[in-house]
């Protein structure tokens, strides 16, 4: 059997706290994997990590925090409860794209706008019609192409929405970035990125304008549709059987971890080293996958290369020095890797990354 490697950058599961051995063996001391999720021991755990939650994000005390499986879940919800006729889609990567598909699914006439990697967009062109469009729908952080749009681009895009909502994919920046979570409606993202968690919990984030949307819309044929669930979250619930242990680590999480006010400035400063790394020294021929600095993202460092170097590098970080690099996703796949700067990713793990890189610039030939 192959050993775990020493340090992971995958973005997705990612790395986990390794506080999460003990708190896995408290979940279980505790009598957590068998708590009934209607009884009032659950629902004080709901209390507390949606309070613990809530301060540690910045997360505005008006706003509503639902628990789901996933942020693709999510997408779902969003289009089933608060889309009776369409929404709108900007993205230039595979996640923002699979979005916008499965809106066209379920509401045929959503449309979308793909932009370049390198481009940020002008919000003030965005061909949208605001008294017709029901959902505006952004990716702030596409994992696929490590982008990232700035908060003054969604401010701009929210002051013309008009009518409808703005809803965010933050599902590789929530926990890793201060999102200001009053320049939008809607915002979701899975636990097994920047929040340290294992796959399997998804949190969503709706703005009183959200909340009343849904009530107004009233949309119930789903099992989980927002009205059902924003009743059940009134007493502390959830609609389904929830990931009791997931939201119990998010619990101890949050209150092990530092605010986010503390988090982002390290998460910047660390992700602008690695770009100056990859700029200036381009160890070997690597550079940023990205050219335009103002559409990087922090939380996820693409890395661009000959396929042979690629596969050479992955292979030998895995074999030689322990550590797994994330792929290139879809058509970038075998021209990057992927580097996740996450807060569970110790510093430790990025010097032993370019300890790695500078030592295979040394070797003779290179």
Same mark, same amino acid.
């Given at each position: 059997?192959?050993?775990?490697?020493l340090?992971?950058?995958?973005?997705?599961?990612?790395?986990?706290?390794?506080? !999460?051995?003990?708190?896995?063996?408290?979940?279980?001391?505790?009598?957590?994997?068998?708590?009934p999720?209607?009884?009032?021991?659950?629902?004080?755990?709901?209390?507390?990590?949606l309070?613990?939650?809530?301060?540690?994000?910045?997360?505005?005390?008006?706003?509503?925090?639902?628990?789901?499986s996933?942020?693709?879940?999510?997408? %779902?919800?969003?289009?089933?409860?608060?889309?009776?006729?369409?929404?709108f889609?900007?993205?230039n990567g595979?996640?923002?794209q699979?979005?916008?598909?499965?809106?066209?699914?379920?509401?045929?006439q959503?449309?979308?706008?793909?932009?370049?990697?390198?481009?940020?967009?002008? $919000?003030?062109?965005?061909?949208?019609?605001?008294?017709?469009?029901d959902?505006?729908?952004?990716?702030?952080?596409?994992?696929?192409?490590?982008?990232?749009l700035?908060?003054?681009?969604?401010?701009?895009?929210?002051?013309?929405?008009?009518?409808a909502l703005?809803?965010?994919?933050?599902?590789?920046?929530?926990?890793?970035?201060?999102?200001?979570?009053?320049?939008?409606?809607?915002?979701?993202?899975?636990?097994?990125?920047?929040?340290?968690?294992p796959?399997?919990?998804?949190?969503?984030?709706?703005? $009183?304008?959200?909340?009343?949307?849904?009530? %107004?819309v009233?949309?119930?044929?789903?099992?989980?549709?927002?009205?059902?669930?924003?009743?059940?979250?009134?007493?502390?619930?959830?609609?389904?059987?929830?990931?009791? !242990?997931?939201?119990?680590?998010l619990?101890?999480?949050?209150?092990?971890?530092?605010?986010?006010?503390?988090i982002?400035?390290?998460?910047?400063?660390?992700?602008?080293?690695?770009?100056?790394?990859?700029?200036?020294?381009?160890?070997?021929?690597?550079?940023?996958?990205?050219?335009?600095?103002?559409?990087?993202?922090?939380?996820?460092?693409?890395?661009?290369?000959?396929?042979?170097?690629?596969?050479?590098?992955?292979?030998?970080?895995?074999?030689?020095?322990?550590?797994?690099?994330g792929?290139?996703?879809?058509?970038?796949?075998s021209?990057?890797?992927?580097?996740?700067?996450?807060?569970?990713?110790?510093?430790?793990?990025?010097?032993?990354?370019?300890?790695?890189?500078?030592?295979?610039?040394?070797?003779?030939?290179?």
């Amino acid at each position: 059997m192959t050993p775990p490697p020493l340090y992971t950058f995958n973005p997705g599961p990612a790395a986990v706290y390794p506080e !999460l051995r003990q708190y896995l063996t408290d979940a279980y001391d505790e009598g957590w994997l068998s708590v009934p999720h209607r009884s009032e021991r659950f629902t004080a755990l709901v209390r507390q990590t949606l309070e613990a939650t809530r301060a540690k994000l910045n997360i505005p005390q008006d706003y509503t925090i639902l628990f789901t499986s996933s942020a693709t879940e999510c997408w %779902e919800i969003l289009t089933q409860s608060l889309t009776p006729r369409h929404s709108f889609h900007l993205y230039n990567g595979a996640f923002g794209q699979k979005w916008a598909d499965y809106a066209r699914a379920l509401r045929p006439q959503s449309t979308g706008l793909r932009f370049d990697i390198n481009d940020v967009p002008d $919000p003030a062109g965005l061909p949208f019609v605001a008294d017709e469009t029901d959902l505006v729908c952004l990716t702030q952080n596409e994992t696929s192409t490590a982008t990232q749009l700035r908060d003054q681009f969604i401010l701009n895009v929210f002051n013309r929405v008009g009518p409808a909502l703005l809803a965010v994919d933050a599902t590789s920046s929530l926990g890793g970035l201060a999102l200001k979570f009053i320049k939008a409606d809607i915002w979701f993202a899975s636990g097994q990125k920047c929040l340290g968690l294992p796959a399997g919990l998804g949190l969503l984030v709706l703005s $009183p304008r959200a909340v009343a949307r849904a009530r %107004e819309v009233g949309e119930r044929a789903h099992y989980n549709s927002l009205t059902s669930m924003l009743a059940q979250m009134l007493n502390f619930q959830t609609t389904f059987t929830p990931n009791v !242990l997931g939201i119990y680590l998010l619990s101890r999480v949050m209150a092990a971890r530092d605010s986010i006010k503390v988090i982002q400035p390290h998460l910047q400063a660390r992700a602008q080293k690695l770009y100056d790394y990859f700029e200036q020294v381009q160890p070997l021929g690597l550079r940023p996958l990205i050219d335009n600095a103002e559409a990087r993202s922090t939380t996820v460092i693409g890395v661009r290369g000959p396929v042979a170097l690629i596969e050479e590098v992955r292979r030998r970080a895995r074999d030689e020095a322990g550590l797994h690099l994330g792929s290139g996703y879809g058509e970038l796949k075998s021209t990057t890797f992927r580097l996740a700067n996450f807060p569970a990713v110790p510093d430790t793990a990025f010097e032993a990354l370019v300890r790695f890189l500078e030592s295979l610039r040394a070797e003779p030939g290179r």
